[in-house]
């Protein structure tokens, strides 16, 4: 599964749906058989949800898998006065559950969420525990005391309007995630040019970026869902969010297992796929005492 195979990354874009939620199209995927145990993957910042890889398709073989372009980004109507802070994604997620995949309130989901993703994740679970199974929290942002050197070096490069010069940017900043550069796949920066370049998508990226790097989950709130089983994965080299802002997590969420992964940096699941898939699927399938 390290071994990505690049035609079929790029064929998986086409799989995708479309539905309306409180009146805009949101693009996201899901596994057919929505009997199973459910299972909502939320991606990054300037992401979306075929960043995901391999991952949900095979963990589709055990989970009703469901991957969204967060409102704002990715193939998602971006509106200009949409609501882009954390509060604000976590409300759009128990919409988008609710409207397009129909969840039913009695129902609980489990959610695996990276970088800002892991930020909103612990936000949905903090707002509506009783609707929470599990959490898997991959690199999140959430305990930053403002924004780190590569988090303003990847504010810049969004920002950057000549596109010769934002492909040099995102490739550099890029290359700063992984533990290896070399590991970057050219497509991973053209997606993203070609998303940046979409209408309003500078915009929202900047609006998210300032609430989201300004703003903390509450710790007396986290602490009220340390009941909720949580795994936290972090890249040993990630040097977008440095994993000793682990520890911040775990000083609140005591119960949760935290896993460093080396020689991988801000997406361990992308540079080391395979160890990431087992502990994603080893967590969610074991059953709690």
């Given at each position: 599964?390290?071994?990505?195979?690049?035609?079929?990354?790029?064929?998986?874009?086409?799989?995708?749906?479309?539905?309306?939620?409180n009146g805009y199209?949101?693009?996201?995927?899901?596994?057919?058989?929505?009997?199973?145990?459910?299972?909502?993957?939320?991606?990054?910042?300037?992401?979306?949800?075929?960043?995901?890889?391999?991952?949900?398709?095979?963990?589709?073989?055990?989970?009703?898998?469901?991957?969204?372009?967060?409102?704002?980004?990715?193939?998602?109507?971006?509106?200009?006065?949409?609501?882009?802070?954390?509060?604000?994604?976590?409300?759009?997620?128990?919409?988008?559950?609710?409207?397009?995949?129909?969840?039913?309130?009695?129902?609980?989901?489990?959610?695996?969420?990276?970088?800002?993703?892991?930020?909103?994740?612990?936000?949905?679970?903090?707002?509506?525990?009783?609707?929470?199974?599990?959490?898997?929290?991959?690199?999140?942002?959430?305990?930053?005391?403002?924004?780190?050197?590569?988090?303003?070096?990847?504010?810049?490069?969004?920002?950057?309007?000549?596109?010769?010069?934002?492909?040099?940017?995102?490739?550099?900043?890029?290359?700063?995630?992984?533990?290896?550069?070399?590991?970057?796949?050219?497509?991973?920066?053209?997606?993203?040019?070609?998303?940046?370049?979409?209408?309003?998508?500078?915009?929202?990226?900047?609006?998210?970026?300032?609430?989201?790097?300004?703003?903390?989950?509450?710790?007396?709130?986290?602490?009220?869902?340390?009941?909720?089983?949580?795994?936290?994965?972090?890249?040993?080299?990630?040097?977008?969010?440095?994993?000793?802002?682990?520890?911040?997590?775990m000083k609140d969420?005591?119960?949760?297992?935290?896993?460093?992964?080396?020689d991988s940096g801000?997406?361990?699941?992308?540079?080391?796929?395979?160890?990431?898939?087992?502990?994603?699927?080893?967590?969610?399938?074991?059953?709690?005492?």
């Open positions: 599964m390290d071994n990505l195979n690049l035609n079929n990354y790029i064929v998986k874009t086409n799989t995708f749906k479309t539905k309306r939620v199209n949101i693009l996201y995927n899901e596994s057919t058989d929505a009997n199973k145990k459910h299972v909502l993957f939320i991606h990054g910042l300037g992401g979306s949800s075929i960043g995901w890889r391999d991952i949900p398709d095979a963990l589709s073989e055990y989970f009703h898998t469901i991957c969204v372009d967060l409102i704002g980004f990715g193939g998602s109507d971006k509106p200009k006065e949409g609501d882009y802070t954390i509060n604000g994604f976590s409300k759009f997620i128990i919409d988008f559950l609710e409207q397009a995949i129909e969840l039913k309130q009695d129902e609980k989901i489990s959610i695996i969420g990276h970088s800002l993703g892991g930020y909103i994740a612990t936000q949905v679970a903090v707002d509506n525990w009783d609707r929470v199974e599990k959490l898997v929290l991959i690199d999140p942002s959430g305990k930053l005391n403002g924004p780190t050197p590569l988090l303003n070096q990847y504010l810049d490069a969004a920002k950057e309007t000549n596109p010769l010069l934002r492909y040099d940017k995102v490739r550099e900043v890029f290359e700063k995630m992984y533990a290896h550069p070399s590991r970057l796949l050219p497509i991973v920066i053209d997606l993203f040019n070609y998303t940046i370049e979409k209408s309003l998508a500078r915009h929202v990226f900047e609006l998210t970026f300032l609430n989201s790097t300004t703003t903390k989950v509450e710790s007396e709130r986290l602490k009220q869902i340390d009941n909720i089983p949580c795994l936290i994965i972090w890249g040993k080299e990630d040097s977008l969010i440095p994993p000793e802002y682990a520890n911040e997590f969420l005591p119960n949760a297992r935290l896993e460093i992964i080396g801000h997406a361990p699941f992308v540079e080391k796929t395979a160890l990431v898939f087992e502990k994603i699927y080893s967590f969610l399938t074991t059953v709690r005492k």
